[in-house]
């Protein structure tokens, strides 16, 4: 009878034994204390005060600490005030209305929004205000308040009365057609997407283009030609086709 514990066997048993005590020697092991970074932002604190506050407001944004990332807007504000400088003013008031948007506090935000348009037209910057003001008729359509936000989309047309293609007007009759859709006022929705269409058009913003088409597609019940975009989260009629 051959004997069993030739050399191959025992290093079979060796290996077998070491693969069962494998998981409690993991478990046993002394673990080395791992290095953390514990700052929110990897980037360093700005020089100048204010971006400081600025930055400091846009860590608690991010992590929705609405009241922490307030007060720090604020004392942005407050520092580019002394400064004179409304086109910073403008800016960090506008990004307070956002959050005032994302904290549900639609009043505070309006009351931002304002603040920020009055400080774009002190600079005669007629795109940033009009941009403001589109802001304001978008938290309206979206609190479904259609005759205010209508009156805010026209005001932010005003602005914008000499017709030239550009971002915040595409985006402005973006905004009007998604409330006259909203608003079941269809033949106006497709008014302004059509307007919506023709300055992104204009401005070679071809994903736009694309989108509004999809749209207009579908508030002109135009079958095969549906773009996924345009859903809103409604069921697509069985003859539509999603591409």
């Known amino acids: 009878m051959k004997r069993f514990w030739n050399k191959k066997n025992v290093l079979l048993v ?11 020697l993991i478990i046993t092991e002394k673990r080395l204390p791992m290095m953390t970074d514990h700052s929110i932002n990897p980037y360093s604190e700005p020089e100048d005060i204010a971006a400081s506050y ?21 004392k942005a504000i407050a520092i580019d005030e002394e400064r004179r400088d409304a086109h910073r003013v403008a800016t960090t008031y506008n990004s307070l209305a956002d959050l005032y948007v994302w904290a549900r506090e639609p009043e505070e935000a309006e009351k931002y929004y304002l ?8 600079t005669a910057d007629l795109l940033g205000q009009a941009d403001s003001i589109k802001e304001l008729a978008d938290l309206h359509m979206k609190l479904k308040h259609f005759q205010e ?7 932010s047309l005003s602005l914008l009365k ?5 971002r915040v007007l595409g985006s402005v009759h973006e905004g009007m057609g998604h409330m006259y859709w909203k608003a079941n006022r269809i033949p106006k929705a497709i008014d302004s997407f059509t307007h919506a269409r023709n300055t992104f058009a204009a401005l070679h913003y071809n994903m736009g283009v694309q989108h509004i088409t ?6 002109n019940k135009l079958p095969n030609t549906q773009h996924k975009h345009a859903l809103r989260g409604s069921p697509a009629p069985e003859d539509y086709a999603i591409h």
Not at 14 to 24: S, W
Not at 54 to 74: L, V, W
Request: proline share 5%; no cysteine.
């Open 14 to 24: 060796i290996g077998f034994a070491l693969l069962v005590a494998m998981p409690f």
């Open 54 to 74: 600025i930055q400091k407001a846009s860590e608690h944004y991010f992590y929705r600490e609405f009241p922490q990332a307030a007060d720090n807007y604020n």
């Open 115 to 122: 603040l920020a348009a009055q400080h774009h037209a002190q």
């Open 149 to 155: 936000a209508e009156k805010r989309y026209s005001e």
């Open 162 to 166: 000499d017709g030239k293609p550009n």
């Open 214 to 219: 999809g749209v207009l597609n579908r508030l």
